[in-house]
């Protein structure tokens, strides 16, 4: 009887390829001379926290946030890395499926019915439900009846490898995302993957 895994996912730069999105919303919106490398290292911890939006731990994301009144429609319109839907519907099979993510839980639902993905996860905790990622990641864990060594959080970020490293689940990082390996390595993952079929492998060996 193969064993079922919690699967948890981060969504931009792993699903979605939204970082040139994200950096030019950032650009117009904050910073007009933010290079693509600044950009990058906001996500060296929680990037929420990075940027201010929280108050005495809890989160203060409201409709008119300023950058996703940019970035939403973007990230709606935006492609999802080459093989990925395709990889998630097989990891999907026998397992549970999260996103954890720091965009809207709205937009990345609608994103998911685009690409055929809405079906697949169980459930969406995006920054509307709280900013930090170590909440989401527990409370994943709480609804769908996992435990920490029977789930992995899929990402691309050194801050989400350490919020994972926080909770106690295993974190698989990817190279196509916004952040590069030399990075990712800060955050000793349990191992770096450059490609969605060697992700599949590495997932497949857990169960």
Do not use: C
Request: overall charge negative.
């Amino acid at each position: 009887m193969m064993k079922v895994m919690l699967l948890m996912f981060d969504y931009d730069g792993v699903i979605a390829d939204s970082s040139v999105i994200a950096h030019q919303t950032g650009m117009e919106v904050f910073d007009k001379n933010m290079t693509v490398e600044e950009h990058r290292r906001y996500f060296d911890g929680n990037i929420r926290q990075t940027a201010h939006s929280l108050e005495q731990g809890r989160e203060v994301y409201r409709d008119d946030d300023p950058f996703q009144t940019v970035f939403i429609p973007r990230f709606i319109a935006s492609s999802t890395f080459e093989n990925i839907p395709e990889t998630i519907l097989r990891m999907a099979q026998g397992n549970s499926m999260a996103i954890v993510s720091s965009s809207v839980s709205g937009p990345i639902r609608q994103h998911l019915q685009r690409h055929g993905l809405k079906s697949v996860f169980d459930k969406v905790y995006g920054v509307d439900v709280h900013a930090s990622k170590v909440i989401k990641i527990r409370q994943a864990l709480k609804d769908l009846h996992s435990s920490v060594n029977d789930s992995v959080f899929i990402t691309d970020t050194l801050g989400d490898i350490r919020e994972a490293n926080e909770v106690g689940v295993r974190s698989i990082a990817v190279t196509w995302g916004y952040q590069k390996r030399e990075n990712l390595m800060k955050g000793n993952p349990y191992t770096i993957v450059d490609s969605p079929k060697e992700l599949e492998e590495v997932v497949s060996s857990f169960v």
